[in-house]
């Protein structure tokens, strides 16, 4: 379905395509209710980020400026945001009818880690203590 001046509500994600002039497209993470996750090269840093990439759709889009709103307020509030655990926002941007956060690059969440763990190894990976280093972070994080 056509909408504004492109073809089709869906962002297409080209690899190795270069987004908002600086975010080159490196693999595909994943999708959530209203967005699609990638990962991409920092052109500007020579890091790698992730870029959320949010439908086309006037409430994901209301929703999502909220989300700016709270990791701009975090960013400019918070001395250490690392030692609290805390996602750091990197950019935002409009580019072909979609809104973009791009964060620092997190790795596999505590499901697909622990289901690795499960199929690769014998013994359990999470122990009480692990756990307990998971919520402590988690806590500090709240």
């Known amino acids: 379905e056509k909408t504004g001046f492109e073809e089709t509500r869906e ?17 595909y993470l994943g999708a959530a209710a209203f967005s699609k996750a990638i990962r991409c090269y920092d052109l500007h840093t020579n890091e790698e980020v992730c870029m ?26 918070c001395d250490d945001c690392d ?5 750091r926002m990197i950019d935002y941007f409009y580019h072909k009818e979609h809104l973009f956060i791009v964060t620092e690059l997190l790795k596999d969440n505590l499901y697909e880690f622990y289901k690795y763990n499960r199929e690769q190894e014998e013994s359990l990976y999470f122990t009480i203590g692990r756990l307990q280093k998971v919520t402590k972070q988690i806590l500090t994080a709240l």
Do not use: A, M, T
């Open 83 to 87: 030692s609290k655990n805390i996602l």
């Open 52 to 77: 959320k990439i949010i439908e086309n759709n006037k409430d994901y889009f209301d929703q999502s400026i909220d989300e700016i709103k709270l990791l701009r307020y975090i960013k400019s509030n």
């Open 11 to 27: 962002f297409q994600i080209i690899y190795n395509s270069i987004v908002g002039g600086r975010y080159q497209v490196v693999e």
